[in-house]
């Protein structure tokens, strides 16, 4: 089979032409996207590893014929490693478990938001798409989140009304529709890393939100996950800290619970005790796990440090750490836009992945399946 789906001398008459402007940095991002080593591709292919080392670092290039076998590998054309700008990035994506998350997973993540942006870039050309998310309220990473709690609070209510959220209206189940309306491009990932539940970042001046999208995944979770990441969106963009600094990842959790449950609208109906039924209640009706709302009944000082250090013996006990009551009995906030745009767009995966030069498979991680609609 070729990269093509042409000839093999179509390939390699399109190697031939590519090697004037072969670019090794455009194997290394597809590799990486792909999650291969370098002993991946040369076991598969056949080529030295130091061969497809030296070309990755510009130092040599490779033949026609061992371009068009790294191009069938990959599942692109030769013409995708070909020089090209790389993307704009104002903030790198931030994994919150930054230290059990393997390299090879992270750089396979970093490339994929840079695909996404590129699949959305090409759909925004088709298709007409709400204005890029951009409010900021940049908050100093370094300072603890007890300093600057307020200011935490504040970037979240201003952060709903940029989004057209009433202050007070719980959202639930619409979190997904309002940031994808707003102008936040969001991907669930099937491929995700099982220790990532998400991560953000901006490229190309489009924020984008990746979510996992493994088996384990639950809908209150997923709504903490996606209002956390709107946080990093929000309030960290340019800095250069490592993903997963402590204080960074405090302020986001404080925005995540703030943007979910607005103080002023939840704290007069958080319990001052422990009281499961009550937080089961408003789970149903705020979104937010049963752990998030203890949480946000400490953050608010509707119960001391030790009602909330009880609270989560108990809730550990139940066996709810990661799955609690009422997790699996709502639909999982499932991204539309881009898969819709593509349809409006009448682009299949196949050619976007041909217009973008990337596998079609990672397309595919893109846009999503194709769901049987009642509306026109």
């Not at 490779?62 to 070909?82: D, I, M, Q, R, Y």
């Amino acid at each position: 089979m070729t990269s093509s789906g042409g000839s093999k001398r179509d390939d390699l008459a399109a190697a031939r032409r590519v090697l004037p402007v072969f670019d090794g940095s455009r194997l290394v991002a597809i590799r990486e996207l792909l999650g291969l080593t370098q002993a991946n591709v040369a076991e598969a292919t056949g080529i030295s590893a130091p061969a497809l080392s030296q070309a990755e670092r510009c130092e040599t290039k490779l033949s026609a014929a061992n371009v068009v076998l790294v191009a069938n590998v990959f599942g692109v054309t030769p013409e995708a490693f070909a020089e090209r700008p790389e993307p704009s990035v104002a903030l790198a994506p931030q994994f919150r478990h930054l230290r059990r998350t393997p390299k090879i997973e992270q750089r396979k993540a970093e490339r994929l938001v840079h695909a996404t942006a590129q699949v959305a870039l090409v759909l925004r050309e088709a298709v007409q798409f709400p204005r890029p998310f951009d409010f900021a309220h940049e908050i100093d990473p370094d300072l603890p989140i007890e300093y600057v709690a307020d200011e935490v609070e504040e970037a979240a209510a201003i952060a709903r009304s940029k989004l057209g959220i009433p202050l007070d209206e719980p959202i639930a189940g619409q979190v997904i529709d309002y940031l994808e309306a707003g102008g936040v491009t969001v991907v669930r990932d099937p491929d995700t890393d099982a220790d990532i539940d998400a991560y953000s970042a901006i490229v190309d001046d489009l924020p984008i939100i990746i979510l996992d999208g493994g088996a384990d995944s639950v809908w209150d979770r997923d709504n903490f996950n996606l209002a956390h990441e709107l946080g990093h969106l929000v309030m960290h963009r340019g800095i250069d800290r490592t993903p997963g600094f402590k204080t960074v990842e405090a302020q986001a959790h404080r925005f995540a619970g703030a943007f979910l449950g607005p103080a002023s609208a939840l704290r007069p109906h958080l319990p001052t005790e422990i009281d499961w039924n009550q937080y089961f209640r408003l789970k149903r009706q705020w979104g937010l796990s049963m752990a998030a709302l203890v949480r946000r009944a400490k953050d608010l000082g509707v119960i001391d440090d030790e009602t909330y250090t009880r609270a989560m013996k108990q809730r550990s006990s139940h066996g709810w750490k990661r799955v609690e009551p009422g997790s699996g009995d709502q639909a999982l906030p499932a991204p539309r836009y881009l898969n819709r745009a593509a349809s409006l767009a009448s682009m299949s995966s196949t050619e976007l992945a041909q217009r973008i030069l990337l596998p079609e498979s990672v397309v595919d991680r893109i846009i999503g399946d194709q769901l049987p609609s009642l509306v026109d």
